[in-house]
Nanobody
């Protein structure tokens, strides 16, 4: 059974940086597309970033939500079974609970939250103005 355990997050001032990490266990990590989503109070869950499984074509090419605009970077360490989200130039609008997710799905679906099979516990990111 796949499990995801998140770490990182917290409170930061606008313009600052945070790094989120997600540890994967329970199956072959490289088979899975890894994604990050976020949900702010009263809003729907929003796609942040994703990296396809290493067996997918163009697996090194990340996907990002439109709002990211070069501020965030997703990366995966296949030796450590982890995925990270480096967030720079944070804005108050980035305040949300951030979730990592894993799924055996094609790149074309990596931005669709409902197709992911396993979710992390979520971590709060708060950006003060």
């Amino acid at each position: 059974q796949v499990q995801l355990v998140q770490s990182g997050g917290g409170l930061v001032q606008a313009g600052g940086s945070l790094r989120l990490s997600c540890a994967f266990s329970g199956d072959t990590f490289t088979w899975y597309t890894m994604g990050w989503f976020r949900q702010a109070p009263g809003k729907e869950r929003e796609f942040v970033a994703a990296l396809s499984s290493t067996i997918s074509p163009n697996s090194d090419n990340p996907f990002y939500g439109e709002f990211v605009k070069g501020r965030f970077t997703i990366s995966r360490d296949n030796a450590k079974n982890t995925v990270a989200l480096q967030m720079n130039s944070l804005k108050p609008a980035d305040t949300a609970v951030y979730y990592c997710a894993a799924g055996r799905l094609p790149p074309s679906l990596s931005q669709t939250s409902r197709v992911y099979e396993t979710w992390g516990q979520g971590t709060q990111v708060t950006v003060s103005s």
